[in-house]
């Protein structure tokens, strides 16, 4: 009854029309009320007949409407607002800020709720309107921008038809640009294009258009400049621009045979900056810092030995025991290097690595232990005298303790045997590779 009073208050046509609307913008913030207003007849059609009208006031208190509705998570009512998104997307060229934002939210959370919407919304254009809403001036729209965008890039459909289409567009280099220009433009506008662009990396085979564009030399030199910011005059809420950079950079260089892209120095260092810093407050970011140091160590030598070069091993030893996460995730860095061969495996040894390697063998997680087995195995392949120096320190009673570990357990007992052979002895190292591979 008193949905139907305020539906018939906004029909009237009164001239107290525009506070009518308001009392039903104030209504719909309400799960049920949305519901029982999408379910009156006409219901919809008034709201689009006063959101299309001449009078820009009765026409931004209606689109106030449309968004307390878009906001339901029923996708039924979602799903009753079809008609309108045509008019939503011609507004969006709009003659208010407040006017197109409003619409750019609506069209954001239609688009979560629903499939049909968004089905609807390709064909009638909404990329390409979008590309043009992307070289606002205006940081408010720019941020709407990415809102509605990054909901599209999430829908399970995404992958098949909607990223080719944003690819073709010309949104990827806009996106890129204001991402790399967040800390002078905006941080609002580049954190939502930065999870944009990881959207598009992680769930694209072929990122062509975005290597072309130079994704991985922008977003590398970005990444340096927020590290020299850091320890002075870090910006508020720097750390949600630092993850879906370093995500991105971290599946661009997984993906693709980017040897000598990024091949710079001063990244490892920009990444322990990030990571002395955020330590505390975000510890989440640092397994995000250890994926990415992984993926530059995982097939390039250059970057093993910069890390040793350039001292940062004692900063990646401190991780060792930070989470569960990020001590599997050093250890990894950490085999990283150590399969490169005698050499590095020497230079790691110069850190009191075998202790601190230790008490991750008591550890109840199999993960971390399994990659602790790993990097030992590595160490005492390319150096046996290591093996010998691991006993010293008590490693054999360590290792002992694998043994009915079903899956560790063969990897102990291999490792047992190397540390039981005299030096100089090739027999055991042969004979435990099988183990490892």
Request: charged letters at 15%; one cysteine or more; hydrophobic letters at 45%.
């Amino acid at each position: 009854g008193q949905v139907l009073e305020l539906l018939r208050g906004v029909q009237r046509g009164s001239e107290d029309r525009k506070r009518s609307l308001g009392r039903l913008r104030w209504a719909l913030q309400n799960e049920d009320t949305q519901q029982k207003f999408v379910r009156l007849d006409g219901s919809i059609r008034t709201l689009t007949g006063l959101f299309t009208s001449s009078l820009a006031d009765l026409q931004l208190e209606a689109a106030r409407c449309l968004h307390e509705l878009s906001h339901s998570s029923v996708p039924a009512v979602a799903e009753a607002c079809l008609p309108v998104t045509s008019y939503l997307l011609t507004y969006l060229s709009g003659h208010s800020l407040e006017f197109t934002e409003l619409c750019l939210y609506t069209l954001g959370n239609l688009v979560v709720e629903s499939e049909a919407v968004r089905k609807q919304l390709l064909p009638q254009g909404i990329i390409p309107v979008l590309a043009s809403c992307i070289q606002s001036p205006h940081e408010a729209v720019l941020e709407g921008v990415g809102y509605v965008l990054s909901q599209l890039l999430q829908a399970k459909e995404a992958s098949t038809e909607i990223i080719p289409l944003v690819l073709d567009s010309v949104l990827p280099q806009h996106m890129l640009r204001l991402v790399c220009s967040g800390l002078k433009a905006g941080m609002g506008a580049a954190v939502e294009f930065a999870w944009c662009l990881h959207y598009i990396i992680c769930r694209h085979e072929d990122n062509a258009v975005l290597l072309a564009l130079g994704a991985v030399p922008a977003l590398t030199s970005l990444l340096l400049d927020l590290a020299s910011q850091i320890p002075q005059d870090a910006p508020e809420g720097l750390e949600l621009l630092v993850c879906p950079v370093l995500r991105c950079v971290s599946n661009l260089l997984a993906q693709t045979d980017c040897q000598g892209q990024g091949q710079d120095g001063r990244l490892l260092v920009a990444l322990f900056l990030i990571l002395q810093c955020f330590l505390q407050q975000h510890p989440f970011l640092i397994q995000e810092c250890l994926w990415l140091l992984n993926n530059l160590t995982a097939d390039d030598p250059f970057f093993c030995s910069a890390l040793l070069s350039l001292d940062l091993l004692p900063a990646l030893l401190q991780l060792l025991t930070c989470s569960q996460m990020a001590t599997v995730l050093a250890l990894t860095v950490l085999c990283n290097i150590a399969e490169k061969g005698p050499c590095q495996c020497q230079r790691l040894l110069r850190q009191p690595l075998l202790p601190r390697l230790l008490p991750l063998l008591t550890l109840p997680d199999p993960e971390a232990v399994g990659q602790c087995l790993e990097l030992l195995h590595l160490l005492f392949l390319h150096c046996p005298e290591a093996a010998a120096d691991f006993t010293r320190h008590g490693g054999h009673q360590a290792l002992e303790q694998h043994q009915n570990t079903p899956e560790l357990q063969e990897r102990a007992q291999a490792l047992l045997d190397m540390v039981r052979q005299p030096p100089g002895a090739p027999s055991a190292c042969q004979a435990t590779l099988a183990a490892f591979s």
